[in-house]
């Protein structure tokens, strides 16, 4: 594990308690965001089963399940601390620790990725790497959701809810994410950049798309 992940593990893993507390579902979200998950949920064949990449502590698996209970979840994250604030008995999910970059899984499995917010630890020259693995899960005519920090640059996170980190925060373009899944194959239906809200620092960026039948 490079320098940069062991960093990002051992910092999520410091702040997993007080993350789950401070933000234990979607009620964070706006309405926005909501409406392109709701749209990522409804492409979704019956049963699907559904990636959180990037899961930390399991906000969206709950959203997910109680969206749609008859989804086969599984979450993967690399933070230890984070998967076991997502071990939740009201949600049935396998939880994997694993890098975006690297998934345990075989290609064509999942009828659904679920990205949302994991490639802001990402470096723009390892996007189209990261897009590549999640669509290569992907089953034919399976959905990949990104949501993300939107425009360029990257900051440095030195404390976190409290706790002293040493994170790496990377912003993309919406294009850039766009072209990442195009090049891995896939037909991009949705590229979206809403403005930051009060709380929020940067842009935000959306895209979906789907993998060809």
């Known amino acids: 594990m490079n320098e940069r992940l062991a960093r990002a593990r051992a910092g999520y893993d410091a702040v997993a308690a007080d993350y789950a507390a ?13 409406a392109l998950i709701e749209q990522f949920v409804d492409q979704l064949p019956a049963g699907a089963r559904v990636l959180d990449a990037g899961c930390g502590t399991g906000r ?13 979840l599984v979450g993967i994250d690399l933070s230890s601390g984070m998967l076991a604030e997502a071990a939740r008995p009201t949600v049935p999910t396998a939880l994997v620790a694993a890098d975006l970059a690297a998934l345990p899984f075989d290609q064509d499995v999942f009828d659904g990725v679920l990205a949302w917010y994991s490639i802001i630890h990402v470096p723009s020259d390892a996007l189209a790497a990261a897009v590549a693995e999640m669509a290569r899960v992907l089953r034919p005519g399976g959905t990949l959701l990104l949501g993300f920090h939107a425009g360029t640059g990257e900051r440095t996170i030195t404390s976190a809810y409290g706790q002293p ?15 990442a899944a195009r090049a891995a194959g896939l037909d991009v239906d949705t590229v979206l950049d809403r403005a930051p809200r009060p709380t929020e620092k940067h842009d935000q960026g959306f895209v979906l798309a789907q993998a060809p039948k």
């Open 22 to 34: 401070l933000l234990p579902d979607a009620s964070f979200e706006a309405g926005m965001d909501l």
């Open 60 to 72: 969206m698996l709950g959203h997910l399940h109680e969206r749609e209970s008859s989804l086969r």
């Open 165 to 179: 980190v040493g994170l790496t925060s990377f912003l993309h373009l919406t294009t850039d994410v766009a072209a």
